[in-house]
């Protein structure tokens, strides 16, 4: 990769991609939220430990920059079927979530999706904000209050209950799509009453698609479990026609793009083992971007990770032949 490329990676600070996603095609992220300011702090996060748990909405970013970041991007031929804002922390807790996609619409017909929580749902300011994308697509782990604990250990103020009821009141006033994500953890959410549970709560919010997805990257604590393909085919059966299977248990083929930054990224472990955040602060990309790359690699078994000390370090394996 040239000089000249990485010089004009380095003016990316908002925007990250566009890369390959199960759930959107060729999806733009927008990162708009500091890793990790969240609501929730969930067991399987791939971004890890939540560094800050609040429900406090704020101007993290500057809006404008991120903008005219974009609009940069979109005069170099940027193609993408969503632009998408998700990113290292819930957007929703930005408080200018609203004018940022409206100043995205205003400069690209590029279909604007949300991820998120849905914890802050309940509001109805937030509600606001993200009736304004084409597509939101929030979650909803658990069935009840123990579960809920277990698996997202919310902020103090949140409950399952607040959570679901923010989603029905979502849902009755939003006419977009909202696409519900449910992520399996393998012996916490996936015994029979649970999945009851889990049903009932969709039924309540009735979303146009639900998507189950579960561990195939690294997560914020060890030991979490992966639930197998035909196991989540199973649950997805038992909750309905409205469900598909987005986790990503097999490699893809990946553009040029993509190749040369994993190369990058694998060039940077044969150094050294690092952190997630090494990985972005070398290379100057976001969490979202490095987990993409990390995990192609861990699914080629070119790299291992190793906990030691509290952080998850990746390292290449030596029994690679890369």
């Known amino acids: 990769m040239s000089k000249r490329t990485h ?10 991609g566009p890369v390959p996603s199960r759930r959107l095609g060729r999806s733009l992220g927008v990162d708009i939220v500091p890793a990790k300011v969240c609501t929730l702090d969930c067991v399987y996060c ?22 005219a970041e974009l609009k940069e991007r979109l005069a170099g031929g940027l193609k993408a079927d969503f632009i998408t804002i998700s990113g290292s922390g819930e957007p929703t807790l930005h408080s200018q979530l609203g004018e940022l996609i409206d100043g995205i619409k205003k400069i690209t017909d590029i279909s604007v999706a949300l991820i998120t929580n ?13 009736s304004k ?8 782990d658990a069935g009840d209050e ?25 849902r009755n006033e939003y006419t977009g799509q909202i696409w519900l994500e449910v992520f399996f953890v393998e012996g916490m959410n996936t015994d029979s009453e649970q999945i009851s549970k889990i049903k009932d709560a969709i039924d309540r919010v009735s979303p146009d698609k639900v998507q189950l997805n579960t561990a195939v990257r690294p997560t914020a604590e060890p030991n979490i479990k992966s639930v197998e393909a035909e196991k989540l085919r199973s649950i997805a059966d038992r909750l309905g026609g ?10 893809r083929h990946w553009d040029e ?16 083992p690092c952190t997630l955040d090494d990985v972005c602060r070398g290379l100057n990309i976001s969490h979202n971007e490095a987990l993409k790359y990390i995990t192609h690699l861990k699914q080629q078994s070119v790299i291992d990770s190793e906990e030691k000390g509290g952080a998850i370090f990746f390292k290449t394996n030596p029994a690679s032949k890369e």
């Open 7 to 16: 010089r004009g990676r380095d003016k990316t600070k908002y925007l990250y």
């Open 257 to 272: 793009h993509f190749e040369s930054k994993a190369e990058d990224v694998l060039s940077m472990l044969k150094r050294r």
């Open 146 to 170: 123990q579960t809920f604990q277990r698996i997202n250990r919310p902020h103090n103020n949140i409950s399952i209950e607040k959570l679901i009821s923010g989603l029905c009141a979502f």
């Open 118 to 130: 849905g914890t802050l749902l309940d509001r109805p300011d937030v509600r606001a904000d993200c």
């Open 242 to 251: 409205k469900c598909e299977v987005v986790a990503d248990y097999l490699p």
């Open 46 to 67: 791939q971004i890890g430990r939540t560094a800050e748990k609040t429900i406090e909405r704020k101007n993290y970013t500057d809006i404008e920059a991120v903008l």
């Open 133 to 140: 994308a084409d597509v939101v697509l929030p979650s909803l």
